[in-house]
């Protein structure tokens, strides 16, 4: 059966293509030739008119997004639809044909209007549109400049960023006005080399952190000076590295009690600045002076820790590189008089207890074991003279706190006990041995 409907199909094929193309044209050229008519639908933006009507200085009106749109539908002959689109439909507000301004909100009707269409065939989606006044609220809002998470080349860091006007003025209905958190010029510095001026386009910030619209500005937002954009003047600084810290403090401990050792985190710095300040690091050694009144240790007989802003202590032009925090740590080990700070490996632990299928590991590979003795007696110490054994009686896989004994010569004694966190966890299985056939070797 298939066959006969294939050669029915395929007999005179050349003919029955060329009667299938002849019919499209001839329902083409009929089709344009009748040129029906159609309706179509349009988004068409309200245009307002006669805004004095309302806007006195003192009031002004505010129409919600959701209304400065409306849709037009229009019929008309297929071949007028070339010129009929969005520009070429009018859809107008006009002001002063509102009758009731007591209500709230006040309703304005809506006329629409298209060149080469008649009025009867044209329709809108609604017939009227609201209307909120207010009051006119003014506000002044201070310039930020933001980069985003563009940067500049390497070794380079944003400076300084001067905006060509520091702060604006803006007016409005109040309820648009008050949404306004804050305005940002907001410029790309990627692979920036040189020191630069930079165009940015104004961005309007809502409470809620959202990007105000275009539209939502330019209809309800005025700018005193009609400013729209800014230049910002980029300056770059050069980064250095290796940068190490002058710790000093104020105050002593307690008595009987010593300053030991004083650390930090980071250990060194990345900062940056300009030629100026960065000449003036080089010459004092490439170091930063913490001031003592940043750390005072009076009466202290324990370890302390204390955290310093850099922007407490940096010298003018110079400041912390973008990639580094913003704080110092400074550690303080304080111990009593005649004692010392040993560092010994973790594998010099002993183990005892611990399951043969578990395996044991540590958050550091050295503990800080602190042993007092008289002075001449310490010179002689060194790690191997101290043992920290660690009993894992009952304990399983998982993560424990762990206070080890520590075992010292005759004539020394622990300052404080030792803590370690531990991770147990079972012993990897040793790969299965290759069977016997497949050592085999096929002769």
Same mark, same amino acid.
């Given at each position: ?37 159609? =309706? ?30 409306? #849709? ?13 689109? @969005? ?23 809506? +006329? ?5 269409? +008649? ?18 609220? +003014? ?7 933001? #980069?985003?998470?563009?940067?500049? %080349? ?17 007016? &409005? ?51 005193? &000076? ?6 910002? %003047? ?14 000093? /403090?104020? &105050?002593?401990?307690?008595? &009987? ?5 004083? /650390?930090?985190? *980071? ?14 690091? %080089? ?9 003592? @009144?940043?750390?005072?240790?009076? !009466? ?14 940096? *010298?003018?032009?110079?400041?912390? %590189? ?13 111990? *009593?008089?005649?004692?010392? @700070? /040993? ?41 191997? !003279? ?11 896989? !998982?993560?424990?706190?762990? =206070?080890?004994?520590? +075992?010292? *010569? ?29 050592? #085999?070797?096929?002769?």
């Amino acid at each position: 059966m298939w066959r006969k409907i294939l050669d029915k199909i395929t007999h005179n094929f050349g003919y029955k293509l060329i009667s299938l193309l002849i019919a499209i044209v001839v329902w083409y050229i009929a089709v344009q030739y009748s040129d029906p008519q159609q =309706t179509k639908s349009f988004t068409v933006r309200v245009t307002v008119e006669n805004e004095s009507y309302i806007e006195n200085g003192k009031q002004v009106y505010y129409i919600d997004d959701n209304y400065k749109t409306v #849709t037009v539908y229009a019929t008309a002959n297929s071949s007028k639809f070339k010129y009929i689109n @969005e520009n070429t439909i009018i859809v107008t507000a006009d002001l002063t044909q509102i009758v009731d301004f007591e209500k709230d909100p006040v309703m304005v009707p809506l +006329s629409v209007s298209c060149a080469g269409v +008649s009025q009867t065939d044209l329709s809108l989606s609604r017939q009227t549109i609201p209307i909120t006044i207010e009051n006119v609220a +003014s506000k002044e809002l201070p310039m930020t400049v933001t #980069t985003k998470e563009t940067t500049p %080349a390497n070794n380079y860091e944003i400076g300084k960023l001067t905006p060509s006007v520091d702060r604006i003025i803006v007016d &409005g209905p109040e309820s648009v006005i008050s949404q306004i958190d804050s305005v940002v010029a907001e410029i790309d510095v990627t692979g920036l080399m040189l020191d630069s001026e930079l165009t940015a386009k104004l961005k309007f910030i809502d409470k809620s952190q959202n990007e105000m619209s275009e539209d939502k500005i330019n209809d309800d937002i005025t700018i005193e &000076g009609d400013i729209k954009t800014v230049t910002v %003047a980029v300056e770059l600084w050069r980064k250095r590295s290796g940068v190490l810290f002058d710790i000093n /403090y104020s &105050g002593e401990p307690a008595e &009987g009690y010593q300053v030991y050792n004083i /650390y930090t985190a *980071p250990d060194e710095l990345t900062v940056a600045g300009d030629n100026i300040a960065l000449d003036t690091l %080089a010459q004092n050694g490439n170091v930063i002076e913490i001031p003592a @009144e940043k750390i005072d240790i009076s !009466g202290c007989s324990t370890d302390q820790t204390f955290e310093v802003d850099f922007s407490d202590v940096m *010298p003018e032009n110079l400041k912390v %590189a973008s990639s580094m925090n913003e704080t110092v740590t400074v550690y303080f080990t304080i111990m *009593p008089v005649d004692s010392r @700070e /040993y560092q010994v490996d973790v594998d010099e632990i002993v183990t005892k207890n611990l399951d043969s299928s578990l395996t044991v590991s540590y958050d550091q590979t050295a503990v800080a074991v602190k042993v007092q003795g008289v002075t001449q007696n310490l010179d002689s110490l060194d790690e191997s !003279g101290i043992i920290l054994i660690a009993d894992f009686t009952d304990m399983t896989v !998982g993560d424990y706190t762990i =206070t080890p004994s520590v +075992s010292l *010569p005759d004539g020394y004694q622990l300052v404080d006990s030792v803590v370690l966190n531990v991770h147990i966890k079972e012993k990897a299985e040793k790969e299965s041995s290759v069977s016997s056939d497949e050592k #085999t070797t096929t002769p």
